[in-house]
């Protein structure tokens, strides 16, 4: 095939044509002998067969005396039968029987006299209490066939059975070689410019969950003839080759056209969104993808074709994937260019399971830790409406996912801290907080798609928080509003505050962050900025959204911004200087049915604790409310 720069491969094409020539270069196992103890998780390239038997001789299952069964017919309690010493023998578990022996009587059914003879009243079987040859295993039974993952139970069966050494598969070596000039190992203190390389850590350790290995090598500049040098290397030493970034189109990118250079580029930009600048050839007579450098991007392509390419290796078929039914929380748009994979974090509220989609974009690597699933919307497709029933490959087990307090609504940190005391004191849930602002918590409370909203809204006419807004959106009930903190609202600012920002007419003369439409913090702007007569367009940044207070400081203390309006936590977090606005007051609005539900009087106990007290001080700008 003609290979063809940032086409838009059909997903199912590209991985006809890519585990095909994988195939083709005899992409496959071999197998190595191990000893058994050094087997545990391994695959299994031949069935084992016992070399013994388990027990390979007749052993006392019990402490107790040897006797020839026969000598104790017809005793009872009335009749006692006497033997004598020469009639039986004393054993301990796991002793040899005997010669001539066939049963043991166990210690506590045993009478002595001060001859040493023994009183029975019980009459017992042959074979009573012993292990007899071969129980568990007899010589050249088939312990486990092939392709049997070893389990710890397996380790103890194989040794049982006189096994000391297993042939298993080898996990196939994939060479990891990161790029990119700007790109530093992992470090505390980056540089302007300078970006973390984690990607390698992160497919390091999803190789090793797929039974494979993993050789990092030093990261690469975007230099052609060093690209060269190092996949020759990786090509020498290793089964397959991951490089990391220089998939795209840019001037530096140049995987394509080394894997070429080496073999084959059969595909160059797959129909997958993220993922599209992917790479899959062969070179050197092995298989090469090379990976976007977004960490989403990468990991889709991981999931969806380097899963898959180990699976073929081992000749296995690819594990069943987890799927659920949820309703669309929200809209969720999708070109129709592409195969998109939507990450999504699952809530089950009133028996209904809910999927709301997580921060999208390709460098967002925290839509990973917190999504509970994939929504997978086909190409071609337009996306889903709020209720639409869509399939979901689950990421997390369905336990888990049900076992939470969905929690949506107006940002605060201190719902991380309660979810992480939650843990830390065992309660049996956990608490799953997404950020919506807190006109998105009275659609979702009133939806059923939350079991509680975080609100913190402004009522213009009396000055007062919250209470208006319920009686307006649930005038027959259905809510209950209770009481959470009281918190700081104010400008964050630089250090030393350098453009004097003390009221909201201030703001005209720098460069603002703003919240979200329907968060708290911006109704309470947009009604400070009515009563001062101040107009939207004279604020420099006011389109410019961020959906947490700490992303409001983030972009401050990067010098994006000159000011922003947030809580003072967020702005001691960053080291910044916080201008005090106003007292406010954050609370939680629980959907009627579940005001006495346990997760939500767990909630509010943790809230009230001293420990979390305890923690609202540190954070400052805090107050817990009556």
Partial sequence: MKHQYLNNTPPERARELFFSAADACGFRYADELLPVPRTPGRVLSQAVYAAISSPHYNASAMDGIAVRASDTFGASERSPVILPPERYAPVDTGDPLPEGADAVIMIEDVVNDEQGNVTLRAAVSPWTNVRQVGEDLCMGDMIAPTDTRVSPALIGAFLAGGVTEIRVKTKPLFGIIPTGDEIVPPTATPAKGEIIE???????????????????????????????????RALAECDAVLVLAG???????????IIAARGEALVHGIGVKPGKPAVLGVAGGKPVVGL??????????????????????????????????????????????????VRVSLGAVGGVLTAIPLAGGAGVITSLTKADGILEIPQNAEGAEPGDLCRIRLLRDMSEIEQSLIVTGSHDPILDELADLACRQGCGFRIKSTHVGSMGAVTAVRGGQAHMGAIHLLDETTGEYNKSYVEKYFPDGGA??????????GFIVPKGNPLGVREIADLTRCRFVNRQRGAGTRLLLDCRMRQCGVLPEQIDGYANEKFTHTAVAAAVAAGNADAGLGIYSAAKMYGLDFIPLCDEEYD???????????????????????????????????????
């Fill in 292 to 341: 976007p450098g977004y960490p989403v991007s990468a990991i889709v392509i991981m999931e969806e074709f380097v899963r898959g390419l180990i699976d073929l290796y081992y000749r296995r078929p690819a594990a069943p994937l987890q799927t659920v039914e949820a309703a669309a929380g929200r809209r969720i748009v999708s070109s129709l260019k592409y195969k998109e994979f």
């Fill in 480 to 489: 209950v509003l209770r009481k959470g903190v009281k918190r700081v609202q």
């Fill in 198 to 232: 984690f990607n390698s850590a992160v497919f390091s350790a999803m190789l090793e969950q797929w039974d494979a290995r993993a050789k990092v090598y030093e990261i690469v500049r975007d230099k052609k003839d060093l690209l060269t040098a190092a996949l020759d």
């Fill in 247 to 257: 998939s795209s189109a840019g001037r530096d990118d140049y995987t394509s056209e």
């Fill in 588 to 626: 939680f609005l629980v959907g009627a049915a579940y005001a006495d539900h346990p997760y939500v009087e767990a909630f509010f106990r943790l809230l009230r604790s001293g420990e979390f007290i305890a923690r609202l001080k540190e954070m400052g700008g805090y107050g817990v409310a009556d």
